[in-house]
């Protein structure tokens, strides 16, 4: 079986994920979130809410760009299973 290539873009877009992710659990269980906590303590109070809602929408963008290395990755699968089958 090939090995299949992470690019840099696709450890981002994870890492995203995670975070945004771990950010919900502490919002669950907590009730605090701990994004807009950390950000408020950088910055001050409007740039603090620029920054908080930009890191929102690049966890929003990371979770719709995910699907596509998943799909690289089922297109490169179904390749290699049609040229096995035709060997």
Do not use: H, K
């Not at 696709?10 to 771990?22: E, F, K, N, P, T």
């Not at 109070?45 to 799909?71: C, D, H, M, Q, S």
Request: hydrophobic share 55%.
């Amino acid at each position: 079986m090939a090995r299949v290539q992470v690019a840099t873009l696709d450890w981002l877009a994870v890492s995203l994920l995670v975070i945004g992710a771990l950010n919900w659990a502490v919002i669950g269980v907590l009730e605090l979130n701990a994004l807009e906590a950390g950000i408020d303590m950088i910055f001050q109070a409007g740039p603090a809410e620029v920054v908080t809602r930009t890191i929102y929408v690049l966890i929003g963008a990371a979770g719709l760009y995910v699907f596509y290395p998943l799909y690289r990755i089922r297109r490169r699968r179904s390749t290699e299973a049609t040229a096995v089958s035709t060997e």
